[in-house]
């Protein structure tokens, strides 16, 4: 008998043979949300929800990709930043990457955090709460691209962005690494003081092309 077998078989002598039956669990989770499916709204509400958490907001068009990361790096890291500064993840498109920066090819995670930034798409973005959710693929890349650079750039898409956590969840694989991104990290454990950069970037910029 193994010891959860026994700590279990405990249990069940000292409730004896009079406990109750276990109630079945009532499972009405809200499936939707009340914001619209898409429109200009709901990409507003995202902006306002993004912007709260302290983050930045770049707006674009579709074909304006590639300049608008750019100024969101010279916005992040300062005019002056080197291409050598910047990684970017695996499956980003050829137009939305900086010229001359480097992709992540696995390298070992502490040549990461001696970049200045990196660049990385989504797999959702819930407009409600102001969440970015990166889930490995080769667009969003691992998970250490967008924790170890200290400035990290997301690229949405308006057909990316849903009104509510529901929604989000239902467009998910939930076996894929998933990361959620709300903000740039920040904790105000000490003395309810706020520190940026604590757990992953103390800089979050958003390109949000719609």
Do not use: F, K, N
């Amino acid at each position: 008998m193994s010891a959860r077998e026994e700590v279990l078989g405990r249990i069940r002598t000292a409730l004896g043979e009079t406990r109750a039956p276990v109630p079945d669990v009532v499972r009405d989770y809200r499936q939707a949300g009340a914001h619209p499916a898409t429109g200009p709204e709901l990409m507003d509400l995202l902006v306002d929800r993004v912007e709260d958490y302290r983050a930045t907001v770049l707006r674009c068009t579709p074909a304006e990709v590639g300049a608008t990361v750019r100024a969101a790096l010279d916005q992040g890291l300062g005019a002056g930043w080197a291409a050598a500064d910047v990684v970017v993840a695996p499956g980003l498109p050829a137009d939305w990457r900086p010229e001359g920066c480097d992709v992540d090819d696995e390298r070992p995670p502490v040549q990461l955090a001696d970049r200045s930034a990196s660049v990385t798409a989504v797999a959702v973005a819930i407009a409600e709460t102001g969440t970015l959710v990166l889930d490995g693929s080769p667009a969003c890349g691992r998970r250490a691209l967008s924790l170890l650079p200290d400035c990290l750039v997301c690229v949405v898409t308006a057909d990316q962005v849903v009104g509510g956590v529901p929604e989000g969840i239902a467009r998910l694989d939930p076996l894929r690494p998933l990361t959620m991104v709300s903000g740039p990290s920040a904790t105000s454990d000490i003395e309810l003081q706020r520190v940026e950069g604590v757990h992953g970037p103390r800089t979050l910029l958003v390109v949000l092309a719609a």
